[in-house]
């Protein structure tokens, strides 16, 4: 998804268009350190958050899930949303902005709100629900 909702901007820009491009020539670079930030993010804040308080049942809805090969078989990358040039420049300090938002299949109460990253500059910037992207 590529942000152009703002009335001066009409068309895909040159700064968006070099936010992909910035960001797929760095992507086999960044998978393995975005991963090991999901299972930081899973276990240090999502993890038992919610869900049954029975022992047996909250092990079943949360996984034990340590490694990158392991994350890879709970989550799926969704979309990949950049931001309008407007909210760059105002809010971003002119940095390229890009969300990877990922789609999991743990807890049985999912609520279709997944993971979502944010990038400046192809770096981990922030990491939370899907809804940081929006």
């Known amino acids: 998804m590529i942000d152009s909702c703002y009335e ?20 086999p670079e960044l998978q393995q350190t975005i991963v090991k930030e999901i299972i930081r993010y899973y276990n240090e804040e999502e993890r038992l958050s919610y869900g049954p308080d029975d022992p047996e049942q909250a092990a079943a809805w949360w996984p034990e899930i340590d490694t990158v090969e392991e ?14 040039d407007k909210i760059v420049e105002s809010c971003r300090a ?4 890009l969300y990877l938002l990922f789609s999991y299949q743990w807890a049985e109460d999912y609520d279709g709100n997944g993971i979502g990253i944010q990038l400046l500059n192809e770096e981990i910037s922030q990491t939370g629900f899907q809804d940081i992207a929006f």
Request: include cysteine.
């Open 8 to 27: 001066s901007q009409t068309e895909i820009s040159e700064r968006q268009k070099e936010s992909f491009y910035s960001f797929l020539k760095k992507w």
């Open 71 to 84: 994350m890879r078989k709970w989550i799926s990358l969704d979309s990949l949303v950049i931001e309008s």
């Open 94 to 97: 002119g940095k390229r902005c």
